[in-house]
């Protein structure tokens, strides 16, 4: 197979919400979280963006990776607009890819270790001119050669991202404690269900106090602020990709009723699950 078939074989879905975005000061979206490798490189400006609590300020000519499950939240607190590129990697995408490649790729790598929280470091020109090129096409019409252009870029892309984050001095800031992991993907496969302290506790085979003292050390935020989050973000997927009522979503999740559902809603993105799915910029 040549380069040229292989590129329109590849599958899509690698990344998706690829694009510019402007955000004006004043502006909040969070906390939430995804299964979704989140990638930003800030091209003017500068935005506050918190990961489990710890806020990050991250100003032109750097970039923030949000790892898989990571509690997030951006605050525009400076005074003048800031301008960033953004996309979300699949990391299901890349279940495919030997592992001995994975391994040696340091950016595959650390979106398949469930340790990795975030990075942020300085980025180069070539890596934004890549990320660019990237948006343009996903964005493109010309359905003809924008799909395997893009595919192309994609794939230069990681092998930027892996060479610059391992000449970095930076270490990806992880979660090491393998309760607190436990306890993260235990809650992430059950976003359809209620889901109790006490449940997570059962699972990982340890008292409710032992849990929450550690989980609280590890993420920087309690186990049941982590799946009202956790069910947030799933809530918002569902406004923003099914026709369903709040209601219906309210009982796909779990929630008591829907009034209950909004409340905890609104307790973390500070608007109603209505006037989120009338906001015209909602994904970020």
Do not use: W
Request: with cysteine; aromatic share 10%; proline share 4%.
């Amino acid at each position: 197979m040549d380069i040229t078939e292989m590129l329109y074989r590849q599958k899509s879905g690698i990344i998706y919400n690829a694009l510019s975005r402007t955000l004006q000061p004043g502006y909040f979206f969070g906390p939430h979280c995804h299964k979704n490798v989140e990638l930003c490189v800030m091209k003017e400006g500068e935005c506050d963006i918190t990961v489990n609590s710890e806020v990050i300020t991250v100003r032109g000519g750097e970039l923030m990776v949000i790892f898989s499950h990571m509690v997030h939240t951006f605050h525009m607190r400076s005074t003048r607009p800031a301008v960033f590129l953004q996309m979300h990697f699949d990391p299901e995408s890349f279940l495919h890819v030997s592992p001995t490649v994975v391994e040696n790729v340091g950016f595959l790598h650390s979106m398949a270790d469930e340790h990795s929280s975030y990075l942020h470091q300085p980025c180069s020109p070539d890596l934004v001119g890549c990320m660019e090129r990237v948006c343009r096409e996903m964005r493109s019409p010309d359905e003809a050669f924008s799909g395997p252009l893009s595919q192309l870029y994609i794939h230069e892309l990681i092998f930027l991202l892996s060479r610059e984050t391992d000449q970095s001095y930076r270490q990806v800031f992880s979660i090491g404690n393998p309760l607190a992991i436990s306890a993260i993907q235990f809650i992430s496969d059950r976003m359809d269900q209620r889901i109790s302290l006490q449940d997570v506790a059962r699972h990982c085979k340890v008292t409710v106090r032992h849990l929450s003292g550690v989980f609280k050390t590890a993420v920087n935020i309690t186990v049941n602020d982590y799946i009202n989050i956790a069910k947030i973000d799933r809530a918002m997927r569902y406004i923003l990709e099914t026709d369903n009522d709040m209601t219906t979503i309210a009982s796909k999740l779990g929630f008591s009723s829907a009034q209950y559902f909004s409340t905890i809603f609104k307790k973390y993105t500070h608007v109603t699950p209505t006037e989120f799915r009338n906001m015209s910029d909602k994904d970020i």
